[in-house]
Structures are given as structure tokens and as C-alpha cells.
Nanobody
């Protein structure tokens, strides 16, 4: 059973940084694709970042490109999303997800965490 638990969200001001964590069990973070998505109120789930250990592929959605970075700690079996220069439009629930194959669409991911709220005030 694959379980993902996100943490690290909160209320910050514009320009601040946050690091989200996704603690995984049941699948190694060196296996498959690991991604971050976000969903704001009334909007569709949006791709933020994805990464694979094998194959070395990394991709970022347009909204976070240049400001966000995905990484992993193999010992802790945890994936991170470092978010810098946060903007009010980054306000959303952020989800961690994993899939056996490469993908950047929500439908391509099999397992999801419960989400963590990020709120950026202006």
C-alpha cells in the first residue's frame, strides 16, 4: 500500500519561501515518477513539477518555472517542493503524487496524498 503524506504548508506573505514535504511509504522515491500538483478554489488541478530518479527527467509547470524546485531525500524517502518568491496566485492546496511511468497530467498519476494548504497574502 502506497501512502503519501504532505506537510509544510501554511500562511506566508508574498515574496516568502516554503518547502513542502511528501513522506512516502510503500514505494521508494527512486522508483517511478514523483510529482506535485496544486488546486485553487474553483479551478482544475494544475501541474507544478515532476521528476524521475531513473532517466533523470524533470519538468515544471509554467507557473512555477524558475521559482520552484523538486528534490528528494533517499534516506528519508521523502520528496520536496521548494517554493521561492511566492505570489498570492500560488495560493492553493498542493498535492504530492506518484506514478510508475512518466507523466505530467493528473490522470497519469496513481497515488495521491491528502494535500497541504498554501496561502500567500499580498
Amino acid at each position: 500500500q502506497v501512502q503519501l503524506v504532505e506537510s509544510g504548508g501554511g500562511l506566508v506573505q508574498a515574496g516568502d519561501s516554503l518547502r513542502l514535504s511528501c513522506a512516502a511509504s510503500g514505494r521508494a522515491v527512486t522508483s517511478g515518477t514523483w510529482g506535485w500538483f496544486r488546486q485553487a478554489n474553483g479551478k482544475e488541478r494544475e501541474f507544478v513539477a515532476a521528476d524521475t530518479w531513473t532517466g533523470g527527467r524533470t519538468a515544471y509547470g509554467g507557473s512555477g518555472k524558475g521559482r520552484f524546485a523538486i528534490s528528494r531525500d533517499i534516506v528519508k524517502n521523502t520528496v520536496y517542493l521548494q517554493m521561492n518568491s511566492l505570489k498570492p496566485e500560488d495560493t492553493a492546496v498542493y498535492y504530492c503524487a506518484t506514478s510508475a511511468a512518466w507523466g505530467i497530467r493528473p490522470t497519469e498519476f496513481t497515488y495521491w496524498g491528502q494535500g497541504t494548504q498554501v496561502t500567500v497574502s499580498s
